[in-house]
């Protein structure tokens, strides 16, 4: 059995009524981070995680530079390292009527700025790395971890800010399991537990503001394959596809360790709602492409899937919502609480990616709190203070992806833009920049640069 196969050990169980520091709700990356960057602050810190390691997590699995930098700083670098693990040197996209445009990452030069190009591997390893890491952490600085927890209630007071959160209760095992109802208290609490996290949800309920929206969350659904033609080894590039069947989501196909590929299809919830007849499920969609797709059906030609991989899930997008009630991407902090990753609505609305959000935001949180001040309660006027910080942080980099997003959608464009960026070099470059880089996103969305490169011949 492999060593992330294994049984993860959390230690015991604190008692009923405990007070904490920080409770961090979800031990996916955000939760992860969260509670290892709050630990390593001094903070005494309770992780609360409904499964139990092992466990898998529906993803296209590509881990990418920002998420490695936090990777690195938590002491999980190595561990990956010491793994089965694929490396990225290039991502191929392609368009509709087949041009392609191969975008190099290569290592060395990417090393040279201070950068990591990325890694694929798959999520059941990547978080088991993370999980453990964080639990060392917590358990180090006094904290406690429950696995096989599931938050049934987050509680809150009315306070002089409206109202607070104090913290959470739930059971060992389901929602519906016999045993008693345990409660935890905490000066502020972190919700981390996806795109469904019961703190985000009762954070937009007490403000009367929604918390889901089709235009902005994207089902994704993923299947893992041997044998696929061309994605061989164990370095070379990831392939993200707009062909016409999927069109406006995409095909992705994403090797994750030597033999075995993470193809998958993304598209916004509202998009799929309007398909009609084969097109109805993201997994027809798949089939039929994989056995029927000129540019595919080949490359599949001797593949095997990997029984049981068939899953789906969902992506909340970090696209800015149009007349926001209040906060962007949605509120996603109150007086006693904040939010993370997919709690926090933070998924790249072109890539698809929400791990570096997750990572980046689960240490953003660690720099808001701080025990000695907090001690009677994270306020409101903090909690604010970390929503307007994490905008500032992000709203630009998912703001010009929610523009690429929607450009995708336009088929003709993106043909036109793949065709020029195939035959013209420095376009590949910018976009290989452009993905390691803030400052050439901000550049990309220049009028004099984007005519620059793609219109002059
Ligand atoms: C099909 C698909 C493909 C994707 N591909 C990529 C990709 O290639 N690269 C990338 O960067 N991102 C990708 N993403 C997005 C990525 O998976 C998420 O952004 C990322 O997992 C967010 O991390 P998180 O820690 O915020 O949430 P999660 O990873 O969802 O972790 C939440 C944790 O909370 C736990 N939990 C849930 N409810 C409770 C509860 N009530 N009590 C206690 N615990 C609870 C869950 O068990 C889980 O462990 C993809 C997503 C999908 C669906």
Redesign the pocket.
């Known amino acids: 059995m492999e060593a992330w196969e294994q049984p993860i050990e959390t230690g015991g169980m604190p008692e009923d009524g405990v007070h904490f520091d920080v409770i961090v ?9 969260a509670a290892a960057y709050n630990a390593m602050n001094g903070n005494k810190v309770l992780l ?4 139990v390691w092992p ?1 898998d ?8 530079g920002k ?1 490695l930098s936090h990777v690195k700083e938590l002491g999980v670098l190595p561990m990956i390292q010491a793994t089965p693990y694929y490396q990225v040197d290039s991502i191929v996209f392609g368009s509709a009527n087949g041009s392609e445009v191969k975008v190099m990452l290569p290592k060395k030069s990417y090393e040279a700025k201070g950068l990591m190009s990325g890694f ?1 591997l798959p ?1 059941m390893q990547f ?1 088991y790395m993370m ?1 453990k890491r964080a639990c060392e952490l917590v358990r180090e600085n006094g904290g406690s971890v429950i696995q096989g ?4 209630e987050v509680m809150s007071e009315a306070n002089e800010d409206g109202h607070r959160i104090t913290g ?1 209760s ?1 059971k060992i095992g389901s929602k519906r399991s016999e045993g008693p109802e345990l409660t935890f208290t905490a000066s502020v609490t972190i919700g ?7 703190v985000s949800r009762k954070i937009v309920e007490l403000h009367d503001e929604p918390h889901k929206d089709n235009d902005h969350f ?5 299947e893992y394959w041997e044998n696929v033609k061309g994605l061989e080894g164990q370095e070379g590039p990831i392939e993200i596809h707009f062909i016409e069947e999927v069109l406006p989501g995409y095909f ?1 196909l ?1 090797p994750v360790k030597e033999g075995v590929v ?1 193809v ?3 598209m916004l919830i509202s998009e799929q709602r309007k398909q009609k007849g084969m097109k109805k499920s993201l997994k027809q969609i798949q089939k039929w492409v994989i056995e029927n797709h000129p540019r595919f059906k080949e490359r599949f030609g001797e593949a095997t899937l990997v029984e049981g991989s068939e ?6 997008f970090g696209s800015p919502r149009k007349n926001a009630p209040s906060y962007q991407p949605r509120r996603g902090a109150m007086a006693g609480a904040m939010t ?5 609505s ?3 609305p072109f ?8 990572l980046l ?2 240490k953003l949180t660690s720099s808001h709190f701080n025990k000695e001040i907090h001690s009677d309660g994270f306020p409101l006027s903090a909690a604010t203070a970390y929503m307007e910080d994490m905008w500032n942080e992000l709203g630009g980099e998912l703001s010009n992806s929610t523009k690429l997003q929607r450009m995708m959608k336009m088929k003709r464009l993106t043909n036109w833009f793949v065709k020029k960026a195939a035959k013209k070099p420095e376009i590949g470059e910018m976009m290989s920049e452009m993905i390691a880089s803030k400052e050439t996103q901000k550049a990309l969305w220049s009028p004099w640069f984007l005519f620059k490169t793609l219109v002059l011949p």
């Open positions: 709700v979800g031990g996916g990356p955000g939760g992860s981070a609360v995680e409904k499964e466990r997590k529906i993803c296209g699995d590509a881990v990418g998420s694929a999520r978080d999980f927890f599931s938050v049934n959470i739930g981390a537990a996806g795109y469904n996290c019961p994207c089902g994704g659904y993923r992705w994403f993470n998958g299809i993304g899953k789906g899930w969902q992506l909340p993370v990753g997919d709690a926090a933070l998924v790249d890539s698809g990616e929400g791990i570096g959000n997750a935001t689960g």
